[in-house]
């Protein structure tokens, strides 16, 4: 049996999934990214699913890819060919990437420590990321001769613009979590004992919420980020025809002008 590199709990609408080495500050290897993909897929899959809470366990959310991975790790012999790094980002990290920005549900990341290279992109990639007052996040990349991968070079000009993305992609520095925030690099920073508990209730919140109008707010941001205002505004008009004739709006409607809490269902 193979180890459980994601720990899985479902609590009504929410699925938690924590990384789970933390022996490692759980660090990315093939295996851990191949769990985490397939949990993705069976929480994308499973109806009773509306909104996934990402973690790490133990002290950090992720130090990042593990070094010693034999897809990553250099041969010390002089003679040995070198690894093919964008292989393991083609067959690994590319597809955990897309299938997280796809997701047919929220995703919030509660970051509880470190988040460092691919862990912190990992971690932007979500929809609303919250972190502890003891969290930090480093674009680590560069200390080793690398670019940011996993999302980032595209994530971080976005989150903070370009001037502030590049600092951070060459210099590497450590930016704590209440510096990321003013940045607004992530959403929220809360105590360190109170982060797992306000991750969850934002969860739940999400979770009661209209996923499928929640998902195409997401969609719509990002496809404007490389449309004209134009475009943009017929693209908005297109989905919110879509979300018209959904359950949702006739719902969320007669629960406001009835005075009740509305009971969303599409997906």
Known sequence: ???????????????????????????????????????????????????????????????????????????????????????????????????????????????????????????????????????????????????????????LPRLVGRAKALELALLGDKLKAVDAQALGLIARVVPDAELQDAAMALAQKLAGMPTRALVETRRAMDEALKLDYEPALKREAALQSQLGFAHDYLEGVAAFMDKRQPEFKDR
């Open 1 to 155: 049996m193979s180890e459980q590199l994601i720990q899985i709990e479902q609590h009504g609408g929410v699925c938690l999934l924590r990384l789970n080495r933390p022996e490692a500050l759980n660090a990315f290897t093939s295996a851990l990214l191949v769990q985490l993909r397939q949990a993705l897929e069976t929480a994308a899959n499973d109806a009773q699913t509306r909104c996934v809470l990402l973690t790490g366990a133990g002290r950090a959310f992720s130090a990042g890819q593990d070094l010693a991975d034999p897809h990553v790790a250099p041969s010390r012999d002089p003679g040995a060919a070198p690894k093919d790094i964008g292989h393991m980002l083609d067959q690994y990290y590319i597809p955990l990437a897309l299938r997280l920005r796809s997701m047919p549900v929220p995703v919030v990341a509660a970051v509880n420590g470190v988040a460092a290279g691919a862990g912190a992109n990992l971690a932007l990639g979500c929809d609303i990321v919250l972190a502890a007052e003891g969290a930090s996040f480093i674009q680590a990349f560069s200390r080793i001769g690398l670019l940011p991968d996993c999302g980032g070079t595209w994530l």
